[in-house]
């Protein structure tokens, strides 16, 4: 199982970028899988999740209504794409899947991490003017 993010950079304030994770060796519709980042000196935060059990759909509360989570089975790869950013989303960006379920670890409105067993190297999202 690997999975390969990319399509991080540099971005002014207000614009878009489009991450991408290439999965191989799993087919990505059959489990859990989602984005999480870690900015500088705090913990890791999940941002976004999508349960294959039901289609359901988590977003972090700060990234409601700017990020958007798909896939495309076909190419085996999960995209985060993310509009209007903030400097506050600056952070490296990990794909995660949780290969023993296809529910997303969410608890007390918060995307944990702890389940997720298989992790792409981090994608680095700079938002600066």
């Known amino acids: 199982v690997q999975l390969q993010a990319s399509g991080g950079g540099l971005v002014q304030p207000g614009g878009s970028l489009r991450l991408s994770c290439a999965a191989s060796g799993f087919t990505l519709d059959y489990y859990a899988i989602g984005w999480f980042r870690q900015a500088p000196g705090k913990e890791r935060e999940g941002v976004s999740c999508?349960?294959?059990?039901?289609?359901?759909?988590y977003y972090t509360d700060s990234v409601k209504g700017r990020f958007t989570i798909s896939r495309d089975n076909a190419k085996n790869t999960l995209y985060l794409q993310m509009n209007s950013l903030k400097p506050e989303d600056t952070a490296v960006y990990y794909c995660?899947?949780?290969?023993?379920?296809?529910?997303?670890?969410?608890?007390?409105?918060?995307?944990?991490?702890?389940?997720?067993?298989?992790w792409g190297k981090g994608t680095l999202v700079t938002v600066s003017s």
């Open positions: 995660a899947t949780d290969t023993k379920t296809s529910r997303c670890a969410v608890v007390g409105g918060r995307l944990w991490d702890y389940a997720m067993d298989y």
């Open positions: 999508i349960s294959t059990s039901d289609g359901s759909i």
